[in-house]
């Protein structure tokens, strides 16, 4: 997959365009659906498919109190829609400037840069100045400016619009079941690891130390069963969000990762985990040594949901 941080003119290089448009934070089952639908009609008209998003969520620039958790950063997004077949991404930064951009001229701007011969988008997608353009105007106006439009339906979980929002809500309560359902694929973070305290090292439970940003969506504390991702292998693997409580002084929350059968250095590193279920809730032990024989137990009761697990 082609990836550009900044707006460049693809019409010579992408003659025969498919342009998929939205945010697709997470990337969930309802994202999916527009671009698999973006991916076939590039591939029926012997073109490419193209996804235009920001790197930044608008409200982060609009209204940074109004910003939503985000589910997933750009890592994330760039792995789900290169897994789904997208060919390029155009995935700038979102400015003041460009909120104040006319629906029309945000069409002119498609037409200039891409050419596109399809527009796919979901229901609910606007855009331009103060989210003016709607549906209806891509539908009415798209032969005007050379490309058709096509609005996929929105996907329906247990009656109800599969949604961003709907997604964090599951994350941030700890439904992390309905979460991977409507995502279609378990909860993942992909992000470098940073170094820590290395005091799992000391205990004997190495771990890859991933900071949890600012604007994240995040299941709440506990010890996880997960699967890790480094390179092109996969690893079971425990992860605990939390702040270490057992432990005095004051800690930031953060994810700790012990992989398991793994022993490298990958401080700065890109790792991904993906969490499969949750195994207990964070608890403060009254010793070390509590802990230690907590952490052995928790990896034995983590065996059998491994095991379900394929490829682990």
């Not at 550009?4 to 003119?9: G, I």
């Not at 941030?172 to 993942?188: E, H, K, M, V």
């Not at 939390?242 to 005095?248: A, D, H, L, R």
Request: proline share 5%.
């Amino acid at each position: 997959m082609e990836i550009y941080n900044k707006l460049a003119d693809l019409r010579r290089t992408y003659p025969l365009l498919v342009v998929a448009l939205g945010m697709f934070d997470g990337v969930h089952i309802g994202h999916q659906s527009i671009i698999r639908r973006a991916v076939e009609l590039a591939k029926n008209i012997r073109g490419k498919s193209l996804v235009f998003t920001f790197s930044n969520h608008p409200l982060s620039v609009l209204a940074p109190d109004r910003m939503p958790p985000q589910i997933g950063n750009n890592f994330l997004r760039q792995y789900r829609l290169e897994a789904l077949g997208v060919d390029v991404l155009m995935n700038i930064p979102f400015t003041k400037a460009f909120s104040q951009v006319s629906p029309e001229d945000f069409l002119l701007l498609l037409q200039a840069h891409f050419a596109p011969r399809y527009v796919v988008t979901g229901a609910n997608y606007t855009f331009g100045e103060r989210g003016r353009g709607t549906q209806r105007l891509l539908l009415r106006a798209g032969a005007d400016y050379g490309f058709e439009a096509e609005i996929c339906p929105t996907v329906l979980q247990s009656g109800k619009p599969v949604s961003s929002t709907r997604v964090r809500e599951c994350i941030q309560t700890g439904d992390l079941a309905s979460a991977n359902t409507f995502l279609g694929y378990p909860l993942t973070i992909i992000d470098r690891v940073q170094h820590g305290d290395k005091r799992g090292r000391q205990l004997g439970f190495p771990t890859a130390n991933l900071a949890v940003g600012e604007h994240r969506a995040i299941l709440p504390s506990g010890v996880y069963v997960a699967k890790a991702i480094y390179g092109s292998r996969e690893y079971a693997a425990l992860a605990n969000i939390g702040k270490n409580p057992t432990f005095e002084g004051k800690r930031a929350l953060r994810i700790e990762v012990n992989i398991q059968d793994f022993n490298r250095n990958i401080y700065d590193q890109m790792l991904t985990v993906q969490f499969l279920q949750l195994l207990r809730p964070e608890k403060k032990f009254s010793s070390v040594e509590q802990l230690i024989k907590q952490m052995y137990k928790d990896r034995e009761v983590a065996k059998n949901i491994w095991l379900k697990h394929e490829s682990l």
